[in-house]
């Protein structure tokens, strides 16, 4: 069982709507990370924290709103949100230093109408 | 552009052959790379790890990593119906400024055929 969780694990929502994923870590981690995935395009980072601030925002729409309270939660705000938006979000935590890899939890399938 | 190669596949082989999946990598400044295996609807699994070059072999997983020739490979022994998966490649670069980043290929899908 991974040690990442994330919820829901689907989400169907409207343009209109506000929604939030969650994602929380039990590793004793101290980044976390917020990724998209589309099909046949790779693993696309977009937003990353590493002791609770934000390090990393790689040009995402402010449509996406992060949120991280603490270092075992990462909060993914969504509203207004397009079509092509519909993706896997997958949510991710490292011991920050450079080195060392990423264990993922198993992601939101979320689908926009 | 800093970027992560890996052909896409399929890559078709069959039950009890070695499965070979090749990444290549566009920039010099890294310092470490992964492999993960990713089920159809499922996120990615760490598989391997690999931060200085020559080979490391975990059970029936081996990682070679070549800098110099900006190339990382994982080979598959006795390979298993169970392994069929995409595999993903990613390497930590350092950017200009600020700290690592994982950049990840589009992976390889691998079907073992029984």
């Known amino acids: 069982e991974t040690g990442v969780t994330q919820t829901p694990r689907h989400l169907v929502m409207g343009m209109t709507n506000k929604k939030s994923l969650k994602c929380e870590q039990h590793l004793g981690h101290n980044a976390m990370y917020w990724y998209k995935q589309s099909a046949k395009k790779p693993l696309e980072l977009m937003f990353v924290y590493s002791l609770e601030e934000r390090v990393e925002n790689n040009s995402v729409p402010s449509r996406f709103s992060p949120e991280c309270p603490n270092s075992s939660h990462l909060f993914l705000h969504l509203h207004t949100l397009q079509p092509e938006d519909s993706a896997l979000y997958l949510c991710?935590?490292?011991?920050?230093?450079?080195?060392?890899?990423?264990?993922f939890g198993d992601g939101t399938r979320l689908s926009i109408l | 552009q800093k970027e992560v190669e890996q052909n896409s596949g399929p890559l078709s082989v069959p039950e009890g052959a070695i499965a070979s999946l090749n990444c290549t990598y566009s920039?010099?400044?890294?310092?470490?790379f992964f492999w993960y295996r990713q089920y159809s609807g499922k996120s990615p699994e760490l598989i391997m790890s690999i931060y200085s070059n020559g080979d490391k072999e975990d059970g029936r997983f081996t990682a070679q990593l070549n800098k110099a020739s900006q190339y990382v490979s994982l080979l598959i022994r006795d390979s298993q119906p169970s392994d069929s998966a995409t595999y993903l490649c990613?390497?930590?670069?350092?950017?200009?400024?600020?700290?690592?980043?994982?950049?990840f290929g589009k992976g390889t899908k691998l079907s073992v055929i029984p």
């Open positions: 920039d010099r400044v890294s310092q470490s």
């Open positions: 991710a935590s490292s011991q920050d230093g450079g080195n060392q890899p990423q264990h």
């Open positions: 990613a390497v930590n670069f350092l950017p200009g400024a600020g700290s690592y980043q994982l950049t």
